[in-house]
T-cell receptor
Framework: GAGVSQTPSNKVTEKGKYVELRCDPI?????LYWYRQSLGQGPEFLIY????????DSGLPNDRFFAVRPEGSVSTLKIQRTERGDSAVYLC?????????????FGPGTRLTVL | GENVEQHPSTLSVQEGDSAVIKCTYS??????FPWYKQELGKRPQLIID?????GEKKDQRIAVTLNKTAKHFSLHITETQPEDSAVYFC????????????FGKGTKLSVKP
């Protein structure tokens, strides 16, 4: 079956603009995670969803970042007033259930560049 | 919260040799330790994981060992092949989390033919 998909694969924007990044998880997976990966670093947790609700958003760096998952499937990460420091690869992952021991399947990521 | 340290940051071995990557974690309550492989420009992919109720797990040329007392775990790759070249990340659950992971900074493994 299809894995986790993310669109767009690349996004170049100007400082101060608004961007939306989309994640399509594996069908049936209830847990969805957003991570951010800077060059030479490991993925950094941002937020995760159990169903439609954001169960933990403690990793969001500030209030410019917001994510939704209105129907419990597709999720959108929204970044307002982008800054150059937001440039990174944004990874989405999904797992069958929330909790440990459940393999997280990653998408290919969206490479965001803020000029 | 959980803190995961990984070393070395780079590792170069000859084809056929073994490679070992080590990670330490801080939260003694952590109970699940996955390892991910990320090839250049690709997504991270789980290669092996271990739960805290076992000390070692093997899958063909890959093994992971866990020392709960010392709070460290290691990835062992035997008979390395050029296609093993990639960045490897260890991870542990965030303290009190429901699965969101704290990753190490990664080890870039280069296997020379």
């Amino acid at each position: 079956g299809a894995g986790v998909s993310q669109t767009p694969s690349n996004k170049v924007t100007e400082k101060g603009k608004y961007v939306e990044l989309r994640c399509d998880p594996i069908s049936g997976h209830t847990a969805l995670y957003w991570y951010r990966q800077s060059l030479g670093q490991g993925p950094e947790f941002l937020i995760y969803f159990q169903g439609t609700g954001a169960a933990d958003d403690s990793g969001l760096p500030n209030d410019r970042f917001f994510a939704v998952r209105p129907e419990g499937s597709v999720s959108t990460l929204k970044i307002q007033r982008t800054e150059r420091g937001d440039s990174a690869v944004y990874l989405c992952a999904s797992s069958a259930q929330v909790g440990d021991y459940n393999e997280q399947f990653f998408g290919p990521g969206t490479r965001l560049t803020v000029l | 919260g959980e803190n995961v340290e990984q070393h070395p940051s780079t590792l170069s071995v000859q084809e056929g040799d073994s490679a070992v990557i080590k990670c330490t974690y801080s939260d003694s309550a952590s109970n699940y330790f996955p390892w991910y492989k990320q090839e250049l420009g690709k997504r991270p992919q789980l290669i092996i994981d271990i739960r805290s109720n076992v000390g070692e797990k093997k899958d063909q040329r890959i093994a992971v060992t866990l020392n709960k007392t010392a709070k460290h775990f290691s990835l062992h790759i035997t008979e390395t092949q050029p296609e093993d070249s990639a960045v490897y990340f260890c991870a542990a659950p965030s303290a009190g989390s429901q699965g969101n992971l704290i990753f190490g900074k990664g080890t870039k493994l280069s296997v020379k033919p």
